[in-house]
């Protein structure tokens, strides 16, 4: 190893020192200006993000509501065939086949939004 020579140690080398006004300007301007705009787009997506959450907690809201409906009407039609059975014996398979028809068609129409809400849940929940 040779040994260091003072002189090469007082020599710094020249670095270009800029004025504080160009090295704001040229370095730490555009990165705030940046910054806003990361700020701003994130308080907007917060924002749309919030709005579509509460819109799909209204649309699950209102098909709770749909399906409650047409549970309580179906049992309140039910109650009401228990308590006035039909008194006469001719045609009366055929009006319990028709009424059976309707409960099964209510049925199905409130799987189906069943399945449309859980769909709509996994949806959500996946977004």
Request: aromatic share 4%.
């Amino acid at each position: 190893m040779r040994p260091l020579d003072i002189v090469e140690l007082a020599e710094p080398e020249e670095v270009e020192v800029l004025e504080p006004e160009e090295d704001f300007e040229q370095f730490l301007l555009p990165v705030i200006n940046e910054m806003r705009e990361d700020i701003a787009a994130l308080s907007r997506e917060h924002g749309r993000a919030y709005l579509r959450n509460r819109s799909k907690l209204w649309e699950m809201d209102n098909m709770l509501i749909q399906i409650k409906t047409q549970v309580e009407a179906s049992e309140e039609s039910a109650l009401n065939h228990l308590q006035n059975p039909d008194d006469g014996v001719e045609g009366r398979g055929t009006r319990r086949c028709e009424k059976a028809e309707e409960k099964a068609k209510e049925i199905a129409k409130m799987a189906e939004m069943l399945v449309e809400l859980v769909r709509r849940i996994e949806k959500s929940e996946s977004s």
